[in-house]
């Protein structure tokens, strides 16, 4: 089945600063890949996705990446704010197209 | 995301004794999940449906059991199989399946008592 790797597991910028988060698939034939945001004590919601006809995808300050011959996808946030802080999740569309498996989290911290 | 609820927001149970897990959503969406949130394990799948009377497993199912009899319900009953329940259970919705964004509920958290 599809292995979601995502890394690093906790982050901290300084307000202001970009942050990367990068994740890693291992299903050549995933195509569809989405990222979560989930505030303390909240629920997940999407911020953006990106399928596989296209490399990269921007809206506002966030963006994500796609190679899909290395197999990995990025998220990028740039001007960070306080309110960034949550934890963010990527996302794999697996198992026949049925379903997705999603990274363990990253933890960012944005210090005012 | 008001459209998809859950309830309740916390659960205890004794350990042996099996528990439901409520999930209805009014955003007419066909597929449904629940994932299972422990710390530094990100989500995991434990069931999905896609249609109404029908569901798959997901990647951890061994305990778990679900019905979609409704198109706006799908419960998830923790059983006493399931040796380590105690975790934060989210459901989903989309609107006809995985590649659609998926809507979450505030969650359940179930402790084991």
């Known amino acids: 089945g599809e292995n979601v790797e995502q890394h690093p597991s906790t982050l901290s910028v300084q307000e202001g600063d970009s942050a990367v988060i990068k994740c890693t698939y291992s299903?050549?034939?995933?195509?569809?890949f989405p990222w979560y945001k989930q505030e303390l004590g909240k629920r997940p919601q999407l911020i953006i996705d990106?399928?596989?006809?296209?490399g990269e995808k921007k809206d506002q300050r966030i963006a994500v990446t796609l190679n899909k011959t290395a197999k990995h996808f990025s998220l990028h946030i740039t001007e960070t704010q306080p309110e960034d802080s949550a934890v963010y999740f990527c996302?794999?569309?697996?198992?026949?197209?049925?379903?997705?498996?999603f990274g363990t989290g990253t933890k960012l911290q944005v210090i005012p | 995301d008001g459209g998809i609820t859950q309830s309740p927001k916390y659960l205890f149970r004794k350990e042996g004794q099996n528990v439901t897990l409520s999930c209805e959503q009014n955003?007419?969406?066909?597929?449904m999940y629940w994932y299972r949130q422990d710390p530094g394990q990100g989500l995991r799948l434990i069931y999905y449906?896609?249609?109404?009377?029908?569901?798959q497993k997901g990647d951890i199912a061994e305990g778990y059991s679900v019905s979609r009899e409704k198109k706006e319900s799908f419960p998830l009953t923790v059983t006493s199989a399931q040796k380590n329940p105690t975790a934060f259970y989210l459901c989903?919705?989309?609107?006809?399946?995985?590649?659609?964004?998926?809507?979450f509920g505030p969650g359940t958290r179930l402790t084991v008592l």
């Open positions: 989903a919705s989309s609107i006809s399946g995985a590649r659609d964004t998926q809507y």
């Open positions: 299903d050549s034939a995933s195509n569809y």
């Open positions: 990106i399928r596989s006809n296209v």
């Open positions: 996302a794999a569309l697996s198992g026949g197209y049925q379903k997705v498996t």
């Open positions: 955003l007419n969406h066909d597929a």
């Open positions: 449906s896609q249609i109404v009377n029908d569901f």
